[in-house]
């Protein structure tokens, strides 16, 4: 174990409230207190990322998404689970170790010294949302910036990366790209402010190569988390958290704070985009606000477009006050829940909720991608609400509505579900579920490994950290079993 950040501050630790303290230190064992053994055929390494630290130079920060990237991993060789973290050395988490004070601007934290302090900053990337092996590559993403590249071994950081220079200007590349299970390329965007507002459209193809595949301009700047791909087209559902040119020049020459610069406005309506993936014109369609981080996953029906989301039953407006006192919060009046938006072609959407709990994190069987999935997966929370009170994790069967749901014990948290087949040539849900756990009792967190044919039953195997991560956000499973010993 190496301890490389200042020591967390002291928090109250209510409930599931731990999972919003930092972790320090980095680590590097094998588990060996675990319950079962590891399932026969998974083989591989699970990569999880997510806020490691909720403050930088001592300063706390004012948002979980500020915080600096610990990457976590978790290799399974057939016998033993081993795991490793490392801190990605962006260059704010560099700053953050030698001054005093945030190293940057961030979306929800301002840099000490007021006005001189802030003004013609833009946002640091620290590189803490997803992670994905591709072509032998990890990457660290975070959608105000460009990737950062790991050794998918040691998690040592190689840099900020720009695909031999193809990712211009700012370079920005969201955290939610999309793998085509049939053509093996993974599909991308980058929200850009500049020169004018605009979503780039990416696609990295099966040898690592960037390829731009069109620019869609955009009346206002909006912040847009996720998309969805199908066979055809690149699915955006742009809800109207704007950042117009009075808000933006408020952030940069008044020294406001990001969140506190984007304006929720329902009266725009949110705006669906059909990009066709080889570039062609999109065709556009509005439909009553609603806002949205996930996507689930999205395919053509006949003439229909259908898009399954994680829709919130307020606006930015509403969850901004929870952002902001995120280390105490439950998230009390925040609700989400799994909607099927489908868009026909005289630019009809049909509204559907799937499921009526409050839940977050969606996956689907990745090898569904772009074609219809029969089962979503979810963190849900069924008592409490949002983010710290994910309790249970969901499978959801659009075929017979059947829920089937495991149930962690009380206050415990759980975070998102990532589907691995048994085989490739298996049944959609034939396979586990890898999810990670926080017990707040022991302020330790867990590996479970759930059947996903039968969630509901207890977990097959369990790897007990000796220590907590904090709750993360998304993780990837690749079949490559990493060598952390070298
Ligand atoms: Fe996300």
Request: aromatic share 10%.
């Amino acid at each position: 174990m190496t301890s490389i950040a200042t020591q967390p501050l002291a928090l109250e630790r209510p409930g599931g409230l731990g999972i919003w303290e930092s972790q320090p230190d980095e680590h590097d064992y094998v588990v060996d207190d675990v319950e079962g053994s590891v399932p026969d055929g998974l083989h591989g390494t699970l990569y999880r990322n997510g806020p490691g630290s909720f403050e930088s130079g001592g300063q706390p920060l004012g948002h979980f998404f500020d915080g600096d990237a610990l990457l976590s991993m978790f290799v399974f060789d057939g016998q033993r689970v081993r795991f490793r973290s490392r801190y990605v050395r962006t260059n704010h988490y560099r700053s953050g170790r030698e001054r005093r004070g945030a190293a940057g601007r961030l979306i929800g934290t301002n840099r000490r010294g007021g006005w001189a302090g802030n003004v013609l900053r833009l946002p640091a990337n620290v590189a803490n949302t997803h992670v994905v092996l591709h072509h032998g590559d990890l990457y660290a993403l975070y959608e105000l910036g460009k990737p950062h590249r790991l050794d998918p071994d040691s998690l040592e950081t190689l840099g900020e990366h720009d695909f031999d220079g193809r990712l211009r200007r700012m370079g920005a590349f969201s955290a939610h790209f999309k793998v085509d299970p049939v053509t093996g390329e993974l599909w991308n965007f980058g929200m850009e402010m500049l020169p004018r507002p605009s979503i780039r459209c990416y696609r990295l193809d099966r040898r690592g190569r960037l390829h731009r595949v069109r620019e869609i301009h955009i009346p206002d700047m909006v912040s847009n988390h996720d998309f969805a791909l199908t066979e055809r087209h690149m699915v955006f559902a742009l809800d109207p958290v704007t950042i117009d040119r009075a808000g933006a020049l408020r952030f940069l020459l008044l020294g406001k704070r990001l969140a506190d610069v984007v304006r929720w406005r329902p009266d725009r309506g949110t705006t669906i985009v059909l990009a066709p993936r080889d570039g062609g014109k999109p065709r556009v369609v509005q439909t009553d606000a609603f806002f949205h981080f996930h996507v689930d996953n999205a395919y053509e029906d006949g003439s229909d477009t259908v898009l399954d989301v994680v829709r919130f039953s307020h606006g930015w407006d509403h969850l901004l006050p929870h952002f902001d006192a995120f280390r105490s919060t439950d998230g009390d009046g925040v609700r989400s829940f799994l909607t099927r938006l489908r868009i026909t072609p005289s630019g009809r959407v049909e509204v559907d909720d799937l499921y009526g709990a409050t839940s977050e994190f969606p996956r689907h069987d990745w090898r569904r991608t772009t074609r219809a999935h029969r089962y979503t997966y979810l963190a849900t929370a069924l008592q409490g609400h949002w983010l710290s009170s994910l309790n249970a994790i969901t499978k959801l069967d659009h075929r017979t509505g059947a829920v089937r749901q495991h149930l962690l014990p009380s206050h415990h948290t759980v975070g998102e579900p990532v589907f691995v087949p048994r085989r490739h040539d298996a049944a959609e849900d034939d396979g586990w579920l890898l999810a990670v756990a926080y017990d707040p009792a022991e302020h330790r967190s867990r590996l479970l490994v759930l059947d996903a044919r039968a969630p509901d039953r207890d977990p097959l195997f369990v790897a007990r950290l000796r220590h907590h991560i904090p709750l993360g956000f998304h993780g990837s499973f690749t079949e490559r079993v990493a060598n952390p010993i070298g």
